[in-house]
């Protein structure tokens, strides 16, 4: 649960879910051209990957951990704006959270990451895996924010900032407890 997705939960909160939710669809799409960013540039270097698998994998699960650790140490009260008077259209969801996606470049870092640690790429890939890979990853994006909005959607009433924080506090703890072990694992695989 970082900022956009504080962003989709706010929305879905004051308008609705189907606000949150196209919200989510602007940060897929952001997300995709990333991911599709990251395959090119990884594509050139799937030789330094191969031969360096132990040390990106070790330092892609603590990239993950320092996202877990942000995420843990994230407050909401900080991130959530008032809502403006007038309602945003759905189209006007998707771009602004688009944009505000697209504005943290850092999440190239995060698919490197990713990338690396689950083995996204083998010296035999071919242009229909990485279509489908990619295709994956709007597809998986997509039904997380829906599943995310779906749920904040049908809680409305219960939900409030402070269970916000601690719901932060759960993810970004999973999160560095599987770093720690993509981390152990990666030193006893190697």
Same mark, same amino acid.
């Given at each position: 649960m970082g900022?956009i997705g504080?962003?989709?939960?706010?929305?879905t909160l004051? &308008?609705?879910q189907?606000?949150?939710f196209?919200?989510?669809?602007g940060?897929?799409?952001s997300?995709?051209?990333?991911?599709g960013?990251t395959?090119l540039g990884?594509g050139?270097?799937?030789?330094?990957?191969?031969?360096?698998?132990?040390i #990106?994998?070790?330092a892609?699960s603590?990239l993950l951990?320092a996202?877990?650790f942000?995420?843990f140490?994230?407050?909401p009260? &900080?991130?959530?704006q008032?809502?403006?008077e007038?309602?945003n259209?759905?189209?006007?969801?998707?771009v602004?959270?688009f944009v505000?996606t %697209?504005s943290?470049?850092?999440?190239?870092?995060?698919?490197i990451? #990713?990338f690396a640690?689950?083995?996204?790429?083998?010296?035999e890939?071919?242009?229909?895996?990485?279509l489908?890979?990619?295709?994956?990853?709007l597809t998986?994006? !997509?039904?997380?924010w829906f599943?995310?909005?779906?749920? +904040?959607?049908k !809680?409305? &009433?219960?939900?409030? #900032?402070?269970? %916000?924080?601690?719901m932060?506090?759960?993810?970004g703890?999973?999160?560095?407890? #599987?770093?720690i072990?993509? +981390?152990?694992y990666?030193v006893?695989?190697g």
């Amino acid at each position: 649960m970082g900022p956009i997705g504080l962003l989709c939960v706010q929305r879905t909160l004051n &308008k609705g879910q189907w606000h949150g939710f196209f919200s989510g669809v602007g940060a897929a799409f952001s997300d995709l051209i990333y991911a599709g960013i990251t395959c090119l540039g990884i594509g050139f270097i799937i030789d330094f990957i191969s031969g360096n698998k132990l040390i #990106l994998e070790i330092a892609g699960s603590i990239l993950l951990m320092a996202f877990g650790f942000y995420i843990f140490q994230s407050n909401p009260f &900080k991130r959530i704006q008032k809502p403006k008077e007038n309602g945003n259209s759905f189209y006007q969801d998707i771009v602004t959270a688009f944009v505000f996606t %697209l504005s943290n470049p850092l999440i190239i870092f995060l698919y490197i990451a #990713l990338f690396a640690r689950f083995n996204f790429f083998s010296s035999e890939e071919k242009l229909f895996s990485i279509l489908l890979g990619l295709l994956s990853i709007l597809t998986g994006a !997509l039904a997380w924010w829906f599943a995310i909005t779906f749920l +904040v959607g049908k !809680l409305r &009433k219960v939900i409030n #900032l402070r269970r %916000l924080w601690i719901m932060n506090r759960i993810v970004g703890s999973v999160i560095i407890v #599987l770093s720690i072990v993509g +981390v152990i694992y990666s030193v006893l695989e190697g």
